[in-house]
């Protein structure tokens, strides 16, 4: 079958992240921090599947799925990519520039402030930003310096008075303790300039030490390879194990090396050299700045008009109301769709929880949390309260294992339980259960999630999650935490779809059944709402469906390796993608199911990973009222026309086409929430 290489999916997604930072419907400084989420996210493809592809050429292995030939072509492939994006990404933050401009925000660097700039600037070198950069002249009797790779670093060449060979040295730029801009005001005019540029007009005063006839410093940024190898030995625990992983990862091999094209070839030849690295297959030459990850934080400048118009969360029409929020959830269903609702339920629900006389304990999954978490402070609170607490968390999750190394000595010490789960499967569920001692009866209100119990992810993903007192579901969750527990007992699931035990076996029959109900003549549809698919059966099942005469509607934010719109393969499957204000992470399905239909939500993509090597868990969705919601959120997305685009095997990308006026969904969806805020029966 003729697929879609993850890898070149996954690059035309950033594309469509880059897409953002160049639409002129985005506020300004917006579009600027589209950059910054850009930058960061192909910091973290080269550090986890770049690195991992160079692995395979190491061994060099022979063929790539959904690739025409091997790694080090498919390799080859993605510079080619990355190359391309890279110009259009300065020429989206040249023209981003310009347009700050017109509201009167002006960049500046050494060659271009003014006087009375300069002796501001110069002041606070002096003052402040002097006593944190500490150069290091580097020559051959020195070793070379480990260099950080979340880090920036200014290449600088020493050119001495008396004709002496040159020197070169390496200033790291100090933006996690003075962020990345400095700003200053003149009047109603605003000017900003990076730190890089301070420290440029300031190179002779940081080696005053020697007689210098110049010294000029070059913008570099480098990433490792971030795989955590954690070996096999039984005798060692898994924190033993993340922690000396932790250690590797700080010095794993460099996988990439951006520059500043204009730093002279003996330096750029001395540091690639350094880092055993090759010009043309680790490099990539750019503009005067990297690391725009820091353009993530760019500021507002006050002009509340360049930025997003703020969208508070809203009250939940059910939960908004309640006295109780457990007594609430027990009497019904409640779905909660962050962010367009408050996250606070949840953190609500725990602390309640933590103080209701009739709860005995409380058991959570955890795989991301905010570092200052209000999740994890009422967990703790419970525990003071005398709950039984019970942290099922995930040490592996990846860039995140340092916060739940935190989290878990903190619980631990006030005497929470903290399991890590079973060996080799991660914990990718998002699961929490309360028990609830009523006379001789025990009440189960459990939560079931397709995102993270993160406070500050949830004001910018959107999620779903459903809390239920149903309890045959309660009970299957209760096993799910059974299994997590004690991992030989793994239990039989009628209502839920975990993996590794029935996802597949569930949606193929779920597929099954649409394909025999097309055969009968009758309606058959899929709705599909989820981040990946990159699983090549999963794939090739929904092109049976296709081939059978089922209609497939899939909205997938991120890689699709599924080649929709082919005829006689898959011509009765159409992709969207939405890349917006909010990062689209909810995964839902929807099946026809012969006029009755049925609706799930999960915490999986459609990845061999989730499927097969992770534990991770879907719900059914039985209320009718939140069936209808489900469907409303689904035909929102499909009718927007605003930020969604069409996927093809062309990848090209394409703003999506509709008839009549514009639909801008994620607005359309605040808008639907904020009506039933006010009006419940709305």
């Known amino acids: 079958m003729n697929l879609i290489n993850r890898e070149i999916s996954w690059l035309s997604f950033n594309e469509r992240v880059l897409q953002e930072a160049l639409d002129d419907r985005v506020p300004l400084v917006e579009r600027m921090r589209f950059l910054g989420i850009y930058s960061n996210n192909m910091d973290e493809f080269y550090r986890v599947r770049v690195a991992n592809l160079r692995r395979m050429i190491a061994v060099q292995k022979k063929q790539i799925e959904g690739f025409k030939s091997g790694p080090a072509e498919l390799y080859k492939e993605i510079r080619k990519i990355v190359m391309r994006q890279q110009d259009q990404f300065e020429f989206a933050y040249q023209h981003i520039l310009n347009d700050l401009a017109q509201h009167e925000i002006y960049h500046v660097d050494e060659q271009t402030i003014e006087q009375t700039q300069l002796n501001e600037v110069n002041k606070f070198f002096n003052d402040t930003l002097k006593h944190a950069i500490v150069p290091i002249i580097l020559d051959k009797k020195n070793t070379f310096p480990r260099l950080q790779d979340s880090s920036i670093y200014l290449a600088a060449k020493l050119e001495f008075k008396d ?23 003149q009047e109603h005019q605003q000017y900003f300039i990076l730190l890089d540029d301070i420290i440029r007009l300031n190179l002779k005063n940081i080696f005053s030490v020697f007689e210098l006839a110049s010294v000029e410093a070059f913008t570099f940024k480098f990433t490792r390879d971030a795989d955590l190898n954690l070996d096999d030995d039984i005798s060692v625990s898994l924190i033993e194990k993340v922690e000396a992983g932790l250690k590797q990862r ?69 939960l908004g109301r309640a006295s109780s929020l457990l007594q609430s959830i027990l009497k019904q269903d409640v779905l909660l769709h962050f962010p367009y609702q408050r996250f606070d339920y949840v953190v609500d629900v725990l602390r309640e929880a933590a103080i209701d006389p009739q709860v005995s304990s409380i058991k959570i999954n955890v795989y991301r949390v905010a570092r200052n978490s209000q999740v994890m402070n009422a967990l703790l609170a419970a525990v003071l309260n005398g709950k039984k607490v019970t942290v099922v968390l995930e040490l592996q999750a990846r860039f995140d294992e340092e916060n739940n190394l935190y989290w878990s000595n903190r619980l631990r010490e006030h005497g929470a339980k903290v399991v890590y789960g079973l060996q080799g499967l991660k914990v990718h569920s998002k699961l929490l259960q309360i028990s609830r001692k009523r006379e001789r009866h025990e009440d189960l209100i459990t939560y079931i999630g397709s995102g993270n119990f993160n406070e500050k992810t949830s004001r910018i993903y959107g999620d779903l999650a459903l809390l239920t007192g149903n309890p045959s579901i309660g009970r299957e969750v209760k096993k799910v935490f059974r299994l997590l527990e004690n991992s030989y007992d793994r239990g039989v699931f009628q209502h839920l779809i975990v993996s590794p035990f029935n996802t597949r076996r569930k949606f193929f029959a ?16 899929i709705k599909i709402k989820f981040n990946n698919l990159t699983d090549k059966k999963m794939v090739e099942k929904l092109c049976e469906a296709s081939q059978a005469g089922v209609h497939i509607q899939m909205i997938v934010r991120g890689i ?69 919601e489900l469907n409303l959120i689904f035909d929102y997305q499909q009718r927007g026309n605003v930020k969604s685009r069409q996927i093809d095997k062309l990848l090209k990308n394409d703003y999506r086409k509709g008839s009549g006026k514009l639909f801008h969904a994620q607005r359309e969806l605040y808008a639907y929430y904020q009506a039933r805020a006010i009006s419940p029966e709305s």
């Not at 990062?583 to 993509?605: T, V």
């Open 163 to 185: 004709n002496r060979r040159s020197k070169f040295a390496l200033i790291q730029i100090p933006t996690q303790e003075f962020g990345r801009f400095y700003r200053m005001k």
């Open 510 to 525: 779920l597929i099954d059944n649409e394909i025999a109900q097309a055969k009968k003549g009758n309606p058959a549809r």
């Open 560 to 628: 699709c390796c599924l080649i929709p719109g082919v005829k006689g393969i898959s011509e009765n499957i159409e992709v969207i993608s939405i890349v917006d204000r909010y990062l689209e992470h909810a995964r839902f399905f929807i099946f026809e199911n012969g006029g009755n239909p049925l609706f799930y939500i999960s915490s999986a993509d459609w990845m061999e990973r989730n499927i097969d090597k992770r534990i991770e868990v879907g719900v059914p969705i039985y209320d009718e009222s939140l069936q209808r």
């Open 250 to 318: 700080k010095q794993g091999d460099p996988v990439r090396f951006v520059y500043d094209e204009q730093m002279p070839k003996d330096l750029l030849d001395y540091l690639l050299k350094s880092l055993d690295l090759k010009v043309g297959v680790n490099t990539i030459p750019g503009g005067k700045y990297h690391n725009f990850k820091d353009f993530m934080s760019f500021p507002d400048f006050g002009k509340s008009n360049l930025i997003f118009t703020p969208e508070p969360p809203v009250e939940h029409p059910v």
